[in-house]
């Protein structure tokens, strides 16, 4: 992820004014600084990052403050994703930080169980939805297709890899996660 270029397309993306892109609350500033998160992110959260929800393409993206807030948030963020929003079905849209790359996806709200006791990890129940926040960005702001859900992003990876198309590569393998006995 490049935070510069991600800046841009946010406030492109905000030329009516509309997401409130800028800098969150100081405490939530300090929040995100705790959070171990990779620099380009964690600087694209401080400075860009949408102040009231929105939607992206057909995903609803949280506020800096509903981020913070949301009871899911903290669970998430102990697997290194980060809770961004929510697809069309309720799927949780989120940022896997694991990695330099902050890929965008879908975490399957139907298929992992995250009120469990202990919930497994929701890594097997993750589907990218672009190779990394840039790209998602920029398809965002060009017009271009983006999965709307933890189900269409799994197709969508699909069908780059059936097709050869080199971008699923970076987004992840196509290779559908179950959890079907």
Same mark, same amino acid.
């Given at each position: 992820?490049?935070?510069?270029?991600?800046? @841009?397309?946010?406030?492109h993306?905000?030329?009516?004014?509309?997401?409130?892109?800028? /800098?969150?609350?100081?405490?939530?500033?300090?929040?995100? $600084?705790?959070? /171990?998160?990779?620099?380009?992110?964690?600087?694209?959260?401080?400075?860009?990052? =949408?102040?009231?929800?929105? *939607?992206?393409?057909?995903?609803?993206? !949280?506020?800096?403050?509903?981020i913070?807030?949301?009871?899911?948030?903290?669970?998430?963020?102990?697997?290194?994703?980060?809770?961004?929003?929510?697809?069309?079905?309720?799927?949780?849209?989120?940022? $896997?930080? *694991? /990695?330099?790359?902050?890929?965008?996806?879908?975490?399957a709200?139907?298929?992992?169980?995250?009120?469990?006791?202990? =919930? @497994?990890?929701p890594?097997?129940f993750?589907?990218?939805?672009?190779?990394?926040?840039?790209?998602?960005l920029?398809?965002?702001? @060009?017009?271009?297709?983006? =999965?709307?859900?933890?189900?269409?992003?799994?197709? !969508?990876?699909?069908?780059?890899?059936?097709?050869?198309?080199?971008?699923h590569?970076?987004?992840?393998?196509? *290779?559908?996660? *179950?959890?079907?006995?």
């Amino acid at each position: 992820m490049h935070e510069d270029l991600c800046t @841009e397309f946010m406030y492109h993306l905000d030329r009516g004014g509309a997401l409130e892109i800028g /800098n969150p609350p100081i405490h939530i500033q300090n929040w995100l $600084d705790d959070l /171990n998160l990779p620099d380009d992110l964690r600087r694209l959260a401080r400075h860009a990052w =949408p102040q009231v929800d929105c *939607s992206l393409a057909e995903i609803r993206i !949280f506020s800096s403050q509903s981020i913070y807030e949301d009871e899911n948030t903290p669970l998430l963020l102990k697997y290194q994703f980060l809770h961004v929003g929510c697809g069309i079905n309720g799927d949780f849209f989120v940022i $896997d930080f *694991s /990695n330099e790359l902050c890929v965008p996806g879908f975490i399957a709200l139907g298929e992992w169980d995250h009120q469990a006791d202990i =919930p @497994e990890s929701p890594h097997k129940f993750f589907a990218p939805a672009a190779p990394n926040f840039d790209v998602f960005l920029y398809r965002v702001m @060009e017009g271009k297709y983006v =999965p709307g859900d933890y189900y269409a992003a799994w197709q !969508f990876n699909d069908f780059l890899a059936r097709e050869g198309i080199a971008e699923h590569r970076a987004a992840g393998d196509g *290779s559908k996660a *179950s959890n079907e006995t």
